[in-house]
């Protein structure tokens, strides 16, 4: 992004365009680098888009789409799934109604201050907080496993994720620890501690944009309420936190700007 076409935008707010970039993104440049997919990886491929139908809360013409690959990964029963059939329905090619997938990538509240900072790992963090905390409100009955989501997200993250590194070093440090994770609140707050571990151990890190500097989320200015101060020491209120990321990633406040 070059500073003329910067995107002014609330540094407080979700933006549909960096959702929809994300799964630009994910579905198009992490999933189309495979030729072929198949075994596990088709596993974690159907698991990841299948909650996504359930809790992204996309527009419609984007839902279309994403329910139509569903039903198609679901009819396809070959042990192996060739990228460039995949392609043809991401391009509606099977012909849905008002169905669309972007074919772009937007950033907006995940620009960077140059190229190479930000952009889809921001995004898709931001993703993955929105589809837990959808879950935990979803209006399903019974409602959903507590782990279904954390463990689409693990696994698309293991199989696609094209920061291989990053990928190893966040499965060695959620290993064992997802186990703990009892219900839906707990999920949302499990993914919220494992992303601040992550951006305290990046703070300062080469890849770290200066302009956005690594802070342990939600900051006080961001969420006064949410922290606390016990015998001396920093303490986050966890039940203002589960209040605050609902607010947060509640699809009515997600902003449409920028969009196509
Ligand atoms: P991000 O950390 O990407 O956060 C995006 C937005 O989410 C923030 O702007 C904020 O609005 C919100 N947010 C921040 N913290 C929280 C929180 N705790 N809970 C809820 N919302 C929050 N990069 C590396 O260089 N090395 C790695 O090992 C590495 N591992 C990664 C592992 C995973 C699973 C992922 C998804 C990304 C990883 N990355 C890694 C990328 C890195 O975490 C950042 O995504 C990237 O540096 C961009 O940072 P950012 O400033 O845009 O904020």
Same mark, same amino acid.
């Given at each position: 992004?070059?500073?003329? &076409?910067?995107?002014?935008?609330?540094?407080?707010?979700?933006?549909?365009?960096?959702?929809?970039?994300?799964?630009?993104?994910? %579905?198009?440049?992490? =999933?189309?680098?495979?030729?072929?997919?198949?075994?596990?990886?088709?596993?974690?491929?159907?698991?990841? @888009?299948?909650?996504?139908?359930?809790?992204?809360?996309?527009?419609?013409? =984007?839902?279309? %789409? %994403?329910?139509?690959? &569903?039903?198609?990964?679901?009819?396809? *029963?070959?042990? &192996?799934?060739?990228?460039?059939?995949?392609?043809?329905?991401?391009?509606?090619?099977?012909?849905?109604?008002?169905?669309?997938?972007?074919?772009?990538?937007? $950033?907006?509240?995940?620009?960077?201050?140059?190229?190479?900072?930000?952009?889809?790992? /921001?995004?898709? $963090?931001?993703?993955?907080?929105?589809?837990?905390?959808?879950?935990? +409100?979803?209006?399903?009955?019974?409602?959903?496993?507590?782990?279904?989501? %954390?463990?689409? @997200?693990?696994?698309?993250?293991? +199989?696609?994720?094209?920061?291989?590194? /990053?990928?190893?070093?966040? &499965?060695?440090? =959620?290993?064992?620890?997802?186990?703990?994770? *009892?219900?839906?609140?707990?999920?949302?707050? $499990?993914?919220?501690? #494992?992303?601040?571990?992550?951006?305290?151990?990046?703070?300062?890190?080469?890849?770290?944009?200066?302009?956005?500097? #690594?802070?342990?989320?939600?900051?006080? *200015? !961001?969420?006064?309420? /949410?922290?606390?101060?016990?015998?001396?020491?920093?303490? $986050?209120?966890? *039940?203002? @936190?589960?209040?605050?990321?609902? =607010?947060?990633?509640?699809?009515?406040?997600? !902003?449409?700007?920028?969009?196509?």
């Amino acid at each position: 992004t070059t500073a003329e &076409e910067w995107r002014v935008f609330n540094r407080s707010r979700v933006y549909m365009a960096d959702l929809e970039s994300s799964l630009y993104y994910s %579905l198009r440049v992490e =999933v189309g680098t495979h030729i072929t997919i198949s075994g596990e990886p088709l596993s974690a491929l159907k698991a990841y @888009i299948t909650v996504l139908v359930k809790y992204f809360p996309g527009r419609p013409v =984007v839902m279309k %789409l %994403l329910h139509s690959l &569903e039903s198609w990964l679901k009819s396809h *029963d070959d042990p &192996e799934l060739k990228y460039t059939a995949l392609e043809r329905v991401l391009d509606n090619e099977v012909q849905t109604p008002d169905a669309a997938l972007p074919n772009a990538e937007r $950033w907006v509240s995940c620009q960077g201050s140059k190229p190479c900072f930000r952009g889809y790992p /921001c995004s898709v $963090w931001t993703l993955f907080h929105l589809l837990t905390v959808q879950a935990a +409100h979803s209006t399903y009955t019974p409602a959903p496993d507590p782990l279904e989501v %954390l463990q689409a @997200i693990l696994r698309y993250i293991k +199989h696609f994720f094209s920061c291989s590194y /990053c990928a190893k070093h966040f &499965e060695d440090m =959620v290993a064992g620890s997802m186990s703990q994770v *009892d219900s839906l609140p707990s999920s949302v707050l $499990w993914l919220w501690s #494992k992303h601040n571990i992550v951006n305290e151990r990046l703070a300062g890190d080469a890849s770290e944009d200066p302009k956005f500097p #690594k802070v342990l989320w939600p900051p006080p *200015d !961001l969420c006064p309420q /949410c922290h606390d101060e016990l015998k001396g020491k920093h303490d $986050w209120k966890m *039940d203002r @936190i589960l209040e605050f990321l609902k =607010v947060y990633f509640s699809p009515d406040r997600i !902003l449409q700007d920028y969009l196509e």
